[in-house]
Nanobody, 125 residues
């Protein structure tokens, strides 16, 4: 069982930045593919960004050029750097993990076994 704990959420104005962190209990995080999803009130939980165990990244079109996902396997932590935030980015952000997903499979939430509890991001205009 892998436990994931997100942190770094908060409230910012449009155009601001936040960095989310996801700390994993798994010491061999390098073998896991990781992703960030988000869920706004009344909406589905949508894919935001993913990084495979091989290092390839993929992003939702709505965040390309503004968000960046990275990982520090030595710290068992995955990050989501969010720049130029927009009110539409307001949501609860969830970290997710699955063993060795290939890059094409990163975007489907059904492929993930492990989820964090979520962290709220609120962007005001």
């Amino acid at each position: 069982q892998v436990h994931l704990v997100e942190s770094g959420g908060g409230s910012v104005q449009a155009g601001g930045s936040l960095r989310l962190s996801c700390a994993a209990s798994e010491r061999t995080l390098s073998t896991y593919s990781m992703a960030w999803f988000r869920q706004a009130p009344g909406k589905e939980r949508d894919f935001v960004a993913g990084i495979s165990s091989y290092g390839g990244n993929t992003y939702a079109d709505s965040v390309k050029g503004r968000f960046s996902i990275s990982r520090d396997n030595a710290k068992s932590t995955v990050y989501l750097q969010m720049n130029n935030l927009e009110p539409e980015d307001t949501a609860v952000y969830y970290c997710a993990g699955a063993w060795a997903l290939p890059r094409p499979s990163l975007t489907s939430r059904e492929n993930y076994n492990y989820w964090g509890q979520g962290t709220q991001v609120t962007v005001s205009s």
